[in-house]
């Protein structure tokens, strides 16, 4: 129990990476607001994260959307009087090549990626008041190119930058922001019938073949690290982007 009776908000929860992370901050002994797009997804899965012995709470919040950021951080203070961990989880990787990217594809993804990281920080390190840790979930995407993925590339690559300079300016306050940048990871974003590198089972197949550790990650994996971060283990530790992918970037 690493993290016994600290507060966390974990975005883009119902599911995935964002599931996994608040399930693991709760089997820690963390209170974890699960936050989503949804209400009654977020409530559902909270009412699963709860079965780990912790108090959970249900904010629905789209990211992108500083009044419903805002509001996530007040309703967290409100219920819990504190607030210690910040992950940035949510994200979308919808696929479309450059010729045909519209702007409005570009806004969307970068407003959901990245303004979004903008927003959160912003307003919670206004209620983290005895420190506080700040982990960014990013993607190998942000240190190599994907076809058919320009504005999200650019978003993780942007996620990367922006921990460095904020963990600068938060570091006297004793806010530690760093990211993981997850490899392939077996999640329902990432089986998305308009995904084509988990498309099939063929293409499950070739994506490992590009994974010296030989399987695709598991939400579990990101998991771990974000625990590990969010732990005094990581007290020294900031402005950082931990890359968890199997080795997939060695090559
Ligand atoms: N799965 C992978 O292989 C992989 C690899 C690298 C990085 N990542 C990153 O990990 C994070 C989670 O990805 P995942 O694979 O679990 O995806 P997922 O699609 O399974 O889950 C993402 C969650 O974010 C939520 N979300 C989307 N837009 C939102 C918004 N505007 N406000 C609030 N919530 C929103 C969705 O509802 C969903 O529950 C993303 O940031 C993604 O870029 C994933």
């Known amino acids: 129990m690493i993290l016994k009776n600290k507060v966390a908000i974990v975005t883009g929860a119902k599911q995935g ?5 608040a399930l693991a901050l709760a089997k820690e002994g963390c209170q974890v607001v699960v936050s989503d ?19 959970t709470l249900a904010v629905k919040c789209d990211v992108s959307k500083k009044k419903e950021v805002d509001n996530l951080i007040t309703k967290t203070i409100k219920e819990f009087k504190r607030l210690d961990i910040l992950v940035n989880n949510a994200g979308i ?13 570009w806004d969307k993804v970068i407003d959901t990626n990245l303004k979004s990281v903008f927003l959160c920080c912003q307003s919670a390190v206004k209620a983290m008041k005895a420190g506080g840790r700040i982990i960014n979930i990013s993607s190998i995407a942000s240190f190599v190119g994907f076809e ?5 590339c650019a978003s993780k690559g942007g996620i990367n930058a922006l921990v460095r300079a904020l963990a600068l300016e938060l570091a ?10 997850p490899g392939a990871i077996n999640t329902p974003g990432a089986k998305q019938p308009d995904q084509p590198k988990t498309k099939s089972e063929e293409l499950v197949k070739q994506t490992i073949t590009m994974i010296p550790l030989g399987r695709m990650g ?3 994996d990101i998991a771990n690290a974000v625990v590990f971060l ?3 283990m990581a007290d020294y530790i900031t402005g950082q982007t931990i890359i968890v992918d199997g080795g997939w970037t060695l090559r």
């Open 17 to 21: 990476i964002g599931y996994g992370i």
């Open 37 to 55: 797009l949804s209400q009654t997804d977020c409530e559902k899965a909270a009412a699963k994260i709860k079965k780990a012995g912790v108090k």
């Open 93 to 105: 990787f919808p696929f479309v090549s450059f010729d045909k990217m519209t702007e409005a594809d």
């Open 148 to 152: 058919g993925l320009v504005h999200y």
């Open 172 to 181: 006297s306050r004793k806010i530690n922001v760093n990211a993981v940048a």
């Open 218 to 220: 598991e939400p579990k």
């Open 230 to 232: 969010a732990s005094n």
